[in-house]
């Protein structure tokens, strides 16, 4: 898979393309801020990727679809994208074609027909990549995974901000779990691990835990024997505290009289009549109602009878308070003649009995006060009786009432007695119920341990040669010898591209580590990693060794790999940050720039139009071989929008 073209499509529909030569060096060369290092974004958008990494600004604002045109051979598949609102979309656009496929001129005809699923299921199988299944490693979390284009290309791009990062070799290696997924594919991309490696290394991993499981089943079957007499001695024990079995029965020491006496507790059957527990908490519900009936009307009378009791003694201080008056004034009737004892003549002296000159009413005042005493006390000794009479009634009700809530009290204990006995028989038969399911699973583990131990044993031993056979398979294609062989040739390259670009450390041996994913050379004081390197041009120069070495071998090695690599500003580290345009600068290390790109052409040339490098770049070298690799030139005025294109909006207004 090579690039044929990369474009945008404005808002009014017109289209802005850049044309790229397949198998070649292909060098795009401008000044800063003209939108080269979009292109690697677009790509990667157009191939598959749902996350949109197109810088926000004038080329968001002004392009409303983005397309890449791919080759495979003869065959051709254009991927064109709409511009997202959001940060994120899986819809697309894809039309396969022969070499008659171009990009169309205008958008006009651009309408979604695919999601992001089917452009990685049309590129996978055009690659040729395999039915491979990458493994999560164990006590991971991440799931297996099957390979597909959406690997493959992490190896097809180096941004600016990677190609001189000294922490990460590849694309998007810093993401979430992007490292792993790159060391889980490396091997598959360089060939060291096969689909068939991977199937025999999958059939061995589960002979190998069905062997374990077998073994722990034996373990626990042998297990179960030895602890046979001790399990079924406490079963018996149990038993005969239920009263399912007799105490002789509890010294049991011949295994067919241990089964005997088991069958025994497993057919015991209990006598289910007992009383109906849900009658007796019915009767003990209606006597808790009739309790509290009782103790209120209790209440209610004990209430009464201080009423009236209180009453009475108040009534009977009145009384005796009214008996002493009447006293003092009976004593009026000793004052007065026998004539005039029962007279109201006020006119004689009471005490002389004459006339009186002048009538004192007085006397007459007392003794119709002593005739309205007597009739009160009259009157209060016949209510005193009849209180009397209710008092006593109400406390033989209150004796009748107390007597009432003793027979309740006596019934709620003989219900409480019954619902206890009943609870007691349930609980009893729920202890035999539990433990003849204990005696049954007893027997019925014994007759399966008894009949299986024999067929474990020889699963067992098939499953062990069945092991046997795989770990010779898998050690005569062992994919870590595999993979130690390819990262081998690998370092050989990289070695040899380092000596070219004249790197620090290139004297010694470069290697690639596929676990850490990094690079390093081994001198005589210990292995320098490209973290341990100094200054960015060794950065950025490791990093292009590498990844040449790595599409060296892809092609070499006919890898199910996309043929293009597409490099962001590899000569950023011979430039100061503010230059605009790099072919302006004196003071470059332009022998150093000469030689990044004479390694791009030389590694290129090398393996005939197998191999297609994309550079997005400053530099603009006068030699005839750089001219003629140049592809667009975006200086004056030149962009990859180009002035004047308008904005969504000024479209619509």
């Known amino acids: 898979m090579q690039i044929l073209s990369v474009g945008v499509y404005g808002h009014h529909g017109r289209t802005r393309q850049v044309d790229f030569v397949a198998g070649k060096l292909n060098i795009l060369t401008g000044k800063s801020k003209t939108g080269k290092s979009a292109l690697l974004d677009i790509v990667e958008f157009c191939l598959g990727r749902d996350t949109v990494t197109i810088p926000t600004g004038v080329i968001s604002d002004k392009t409303a679809w983005y397309s890449t045109l791919v080759a495979f051979g003869e065959e051709r598949v254009l991927i064109c994208r709409p511009n997202p609102e959001t940060a994120s979309t899986n819809r697309g656009m894809v039309t396969i074609g022969g070499r008659d496929l171009f990009a169309p001129p205008d958008s006009s005809g651009l309408e979604v027909n ?8 049309i590129l996978t199988e055009r690659l040729g990549i395999d039915r491979f299944t990458v493994d999560a490693d164990q006590g991971s979390l991440r799931d297996s995974f099957a390979v597909s284009s959406k690997q493959a290309i992490f190896f097809s791009f180096q941004n600016q901000n990677e190609i001189a990062n000294r922490s990460v070799l590849f694309h998007r290696q810093v993401e979430t779990d992007i490292k792993p997924t790159i060391r889980g594919v490396l091997p598959y991309f360089l060939g060291a691990a096969t689909p068939e490696q991977s199937a025999i290394q999958r059939q061995l991993l589960q002979a190998r835990r069905s062997l374990r499981r077998i073994e722990m089943d034996i373990r626990s079957a042998e297990a179960h024997f030895s602890q046979q007499n001790d399990r079924v001695f406490q079963l018996v024990r149990s038993a005969v505290s239920l009263g399912v079995l007799d105490e002789t029965d509890q010294v049991v020491g011949d295994p067919s009289r241990q089964r005997e006496v088991l069958e025994r507790v497993a057919a015991y059957r209990l006598d289910s009549a007992g009383g109906a527990t849900g009658d007796v908490g019915a009767r003990q519900a209606e006597l808790l109602g009739e309790a509290t009936s009782l103790r209120r ?4 009378l004990d209430d009464q009878i201080g009423v009236v009791a209180l009453i009475d003694s108040e009534q009977s201080d009145a009384t005796s308070e009214l008996a002493i008056q009447r006293d003092r004034l009976t004593a009026l009737n000793l004052m007065l003649p026998r ?4 007279s109201t003549d006020v006119s004689t002296c009471p005490l002389c009995d004459q006339d009186l ?11 119709v006060l002593l005739v309205e005493l007597d009739g009160r006390l009259t009157s209060s000794r016949s209510s005193l009786a009849r209180r009397e009479a209710l008092l006593s009634e109400l406390r ?8 009432a809530l003793r027979e309740n009290v006596a019934d709620l204990d003989a219900a409480a007695n019954q619902n206890r006995a009943l609870a007691d028989g349930r609980a009893r038969r729920e202890q035999i119920a539990f433990l003849q399911g204990r005696v049954s699973q007893e027997l019925g583990g014994e007759v399966h341990l008894v009949g299986g131990v024999g067929d474990l044993r020889a699963a067992e031993r098939r499953i062990r040669g069945q092991v046997a056979k795989l770990e010779e398979l898998f050690e005569a294609d062992d994919p870590t010898d595999s993979l130690r062989r390819a990262v081998d040739g690998l370092s050989e ?7 070219a670009l004249q790197l620090e450390g290139s004297g010694y041996s470069a290697r690639l580590d596929p676990i850490e994913l990094t690079v390093s050379y081994l001198r005589p004081g210990g292995r320098v990693t490209l973290a341990r390197m100094g200054n960015a041009e060794n950065w950025v120069g490791y990093h292009l060794a590498a990844h040449l070495a790595l599409h060296h071998w892809f092609v070499t090695h006919d890898r199910p790999t996309p043929r293009f690599l597409m490099l962001d500003q590899p000569t950023q580290a011979f430039f100061p940050e503010e ?3 790099a072919a302006e600068d004196e003071d470059a290390d332009w022998s150093a720039v000469r030689r990044q790109f004479e390694l791009f052409r030389d590694v290129v040339a090398s393996l005939n139009g197998e191999l297609q490098v994309i550079v997005c770049d400053h530099a603009n070298l006068a030699d005839d071989w750089f001219q003629a690799a140049i592809v667009d030139n ?3 005025g030149v962009a990859l929008i180009p002035d004047g294109w308008p904005t969504k909006d000024e479209v619509v207004a």
């Open 114 to 121: 695919a999601d992001t699923d089917v452009v990685k299921d």
């Open 297 to 300: 009307r209790l209440q209610e």
């Open 339 to 342: 004539s005039k004892q029962n």
């Open 357 to 367: 000159p002048n009538p004192d009413e007085s006397v007459q005042a007392l003794q």
């Open 396 to 403: 033989r009700s209150r004796d009748r009432m107390r007597d």
């Open 493 to 499: 390259l990289i070695t040899d591209y380092a000596r």
């Open 579 to 581: 230059i605009v345009d």
């Open 634 to 636: 975006w200086r004056n």
